[in-house]
């Protein structure tokens, strides 16, 4: 009944810059946060950022000042513009959301498919 899209991951050189798009879909109460995570080759997964309904946003330590998370909920969507890329931001970056569902109507953890980010040196 919910379902989290992720677009935008692709190949791009080191230095450049990408913007991930995730929207939400399906029946739901209100989404409470939409933010991303990334999971490196051999790695654990990692937070990168998250915004709140409200646009309180916390980012993981490597990602500030290159990262920003942004969020349009009236759209159901969060957005990551990603700067200064490196190789070490290689990673599938899977969109995450706290969501309220219709039914029932309690708050739930949902995770995107997944959408690969490669950079290339």
């Known amino acids: 009944q919910v379902e989290l899209v992720e677009s935008g991951g692709g190949l791009v050189q080191t230095g450049g810059s990408l913007r991930l798009s995730c929207t939400a879909s399906?029946?739901?109460?209100?989404?409470?946060?939409m933010g991303w995570y990334r999971q490196p080759p051999g790695k654990e997964r990692e937070l990168v950022a998250t915004?709140?309904?409200?646009?309180?946003?916390n980012y993981g330590d490597s990602m500030k000042g290159r990262f920003t998370v942004s969020g349009d909920f009236a759209k159901n969507t969060v957005y990551l513009q990603m700067n200064i890329l490196s190789p070490e931001d290689t990673a599938v970056y899977y969109c995450h959301a706290r969501i309220v569902p219709t039914v029932p109507l309690k708050e739930a953890e949902y995770w995107g498919h997944g959408t690969q980010v490669t950079v290339s040196s």
């Open positions: 915004i709140s309904r409200v646009g309180d946003a």
């Open positions: 399906g029946r739901f109460f209100g989404l409470n946060t």
